[in-house]
């Protein structure tokens, strides 16, 4: 197989197997046309692009219904006022700035910029989250981010000083498309900016869950910087971000218009000094893959034999690769609890958990949670403190699996 981003070849490294789509929360009669694919994920010997080997058709994950919302977690929403302050101060100092942004979702981002009167536009196919970024005043367009969309948005708005992107671009498996697109969209001097989670914190943390049918690419800097290149760009700066359990906000300039600041060598050099795609360390890591499923299911099957309850919380798109690869059904986990309605009344994917609300928490008193949304351990074990004074447990299983 070659690799979607530059044509060489992929090895692949790891086979989860038949995998549901991951954020496909089910009604009960929608059980029997369950859609599965293999997820399995390789690396390209010529650029190092980390990506998944099949590819699902988009408008099967980003639909009308698509569930997840970012401003859910307190967190998140902090980290995108402050990263719309920054892009502000830094990116739109000309008269009549132009913001725009792909894969909008809620406005959880853009809803800072509209309110401090700068021309915007948020770019989401997901029409039910794009609603809801319209009610906060934000400019939206419900469409996929690609050439022809980028040449709309010139012909409408003109170009913008700023793209920004955060947990999207790694979900474009055509990024000719996008850096087109960008090509077409962006002024001489402009900057495109992404964030997604970084291959290197997947690999020392063993976060396997980070893989999963949206998350088609897993990016590094190498594989970044290889990729703007073929397109004319630079990688010219990047920044380690502590959301998410680890990820990397890239800026790209077309080349020769700013000077990369000595961090993005920095960062090539540390992963060329760890070999993160090296065939050994890649081994290494499926390795550590099976043996954390295995401590966790263990884990948790020991919890159940000797009679105690055990239910999960955050019916994250993380989740339906831990549930599916190890296998825990209702026999290991009674039910998921979170805060998004659109997913509660329904079943996990693959798995059939049933979702239910925060609100029967503390009606249902488990005795462990397994935490799923371990990238928001802090904000949601703060959040659920009177379990933990109950005697509640929560489990969970990055970067090795443990009880707290
Ligand atoms: N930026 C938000 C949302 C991430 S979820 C955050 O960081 O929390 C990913 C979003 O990308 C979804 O809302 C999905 O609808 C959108 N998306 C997927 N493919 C896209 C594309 N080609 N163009 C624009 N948005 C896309
Ligand atoms: P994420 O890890 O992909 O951001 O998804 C987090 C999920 O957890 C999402 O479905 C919302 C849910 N959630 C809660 O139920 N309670 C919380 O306090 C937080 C922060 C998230
Ligand atoms: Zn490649």
Redesign the pocket.
Known sequence: MSCRACSGPVEEFFDFGRHPLSDAFLLPEEIADEFFYRLAVGVCKSCTMVQLTEEVPRDRMFREDYP?QSS?????RDHFTRTAHQLMEERCHGADPFVVEIGCNDGVMLKTVAESGIRHLGVDPSRDVVELAADKGVQVLVDFFQRSTAAQIKEEHGPADVIYAANTICHIPYLDSVFEGVDTLLTPDGVFVFEDPYLGDVVERTSFDQIYDEHFYLFSASSVRATARRFGFELVDVERLPV?GGEVRYTIARAGHHEPTPGVAHMIAEENRRQIVDAAILEQFAMQVKRNCEDLVSLIRRLRESGHSVAA??????SATVTNYCGIGTDLVSHI????SA?QGRVSPGMHIPIRS?EDLSSSRPDYLLLF?W??AE??IA?EAHFREKGGKWILYVPEVHVV
């Open positions: 997840y859910m977690s307190s967190g998140m998410h919380y955050g019916a994250t798109a993380k609890f979170d805060s998004t997913k925060l949304a990238n928001h904000e949601i959040r």
